[in-house]
């Protein structure tokens, strides 16, 4: 693939929601897969798994814990991204070697791992003409998604996104100008002349987004909002929403044993 293909492939991303009815063969779930797999590790100790779901009975049960979006059971095939230290604390009891990765920093490192992993599928699954929608669902409710796919301690789900052919061609989104994204040498804090500059653009398409659809704009209405920043912040991500996540999250942490934080702990 050429660099000019490359740059197609990165900038012309969407999210695609509605597919074809269509599967997805297994050579080319292998392809993509194998793409995933060439992705940098810490240590080159790939502590992640990735969960394939093609079952239909099973991608009903994980409907609900995916918040009900249709494209859980309507799309041909579910990729869940998991930190995994399973797989390598067995090994280092085969070997004689210390035991451990079950703390905090060994699901940070499982969960970046896991992270590149799926853009690297991503990108070569946009590449072979397969659309994709990220879920934040699978970390927010991961545990009720992990006792779905059968969890074994030392492993969460993390990242996990549909795949299939596209049924759609929705437009482009915008995103915020590189000026404000990258910083040189040291971070630069932002004035707020720095802030209106960077956020003009996604308070005028993004408010033009959501008041386009009705049931969006009905909500929006009842609710008295004024601006995108409202949206995100008392309809959309509320802060009772992610103390309730977060909550979920490190409790899970702690039943699938990533939470031995203290020296002393056995």
Known sequence: MSALEFNDVIHGHTSIREYEDREVSQE???????????????????SYSIIVTRDKELKKKLYTPHMEQSMVVDAPVLLTF?????????WLELND???????????????????????????????AGLGICYMGSTLANCD???????????????VGYSLGYPAEAPALRDRLPMS????????????????????????EKGWQRYMSVPRLKEMIEELGLKNLAQVYTIAKYTKESHLE??????????????????????
Request: glycine share 4%; proline share 3%.
């Open 28 to 46: 080319m779930l292998d392809q993509i897969l194998e793409a995933g797999i060439r992705a940098s590790s810490s240590g080159n100790m790939q």
């Open 82 to 90: 998991c930190a995994d230290f399973n797989r390598m604390r067995k």
């Open 245 to 266: 996540f977060s909550q979920t999250v490190l409790n899970y942490l702690e039943k699938q044993n990533f939470m031995k934080n203290d020296a002393d702990s056995n």
């Open 144 to 158: 009720q998604i992990g006792e779905r796919l059968n969890l074994p301690p030392n492993v969460v789900p993390v």
């Open 180 to 203: 404000g994204l990258v910083h040189y040498e040291q971070y630069q804090d932002y004035s707020e002349e720095d802030i209106q500059a960077i956020y003009k653009e996604r308070n």
């Open 97 to 127: 070697a210390p035991v451990h990765f079950d703390n905090f920093m060994s699901f940070m490192i499982g969960a970046i791992d896991a992270t590149l992993a799926a853009q690297n599928v991503a990108l070569a699954a946009e590449n």
